[in-house]
Structures are given as C-alpha cells and as structure tokens.
C-alpha cells in the first residue's frame, strides 16, 4: 500500500477540519488518512489513479493551500 505524506493544513474551526477529512475520504483513491503531527498520512489503494481522483486530490490541496508539488508522483500509478 502506498502512503502520500503532506502537511496538513491549518484548520480554522472544527466544521472546517471535518470538512477536509470528509472530502478527502471521498477520493476513492483514498483508503485512510492518519493525523501524525503537522502531517497526514494518506494510504492510498492499490492500483492506478485516475484523472478525476487527481483532479479531486489537486482542488482540495489547492483549497486548503497544501503542497501539490508531491502529487505529480500518483499521474500515472
């Protein structure tokens, strides 16, 4: 299983932390996210990513100012 690891972003209330978890979980991509630190740790499933799994990926690291500079690595997996 392939783990992503970011920066988490900071959350400016407890709707908004629930918001981001509840999108990210929505990526099917997605099998599970820990909170360790200041980072998360996002267990991706097996197999290729598809264009609207990145293109989900992408809006929300966007949305919440993260690093996409680390997704680049899924295109193609």
Do not use: C, N
Not at 28 to 46: E, F, K, N, T, Y
Not at 62 to 74: K, P, V
């Amino acid at each position: 299983m392939d783990i992503l690891i970011v920066r988490g972003p900071m959350y400016h209330s407890p709707g908004d932390e629930a918001a981001f978890s509840t999108w990210l979980k929505r990526i099917r991509a997605v099998q599970g996210v820990q909170s360790r630190g200041h980072d998360l740790h996002i267990s991706l499933r097996p197999g290729r990513i598809s264009t609207d799994e990145l293109r989900e990926f992408r809006a929300l690291f966007h949305r919440y100012g993260l690093d996409t500079s680390d997704l680049g690595q899924l295109d193609g997996r």
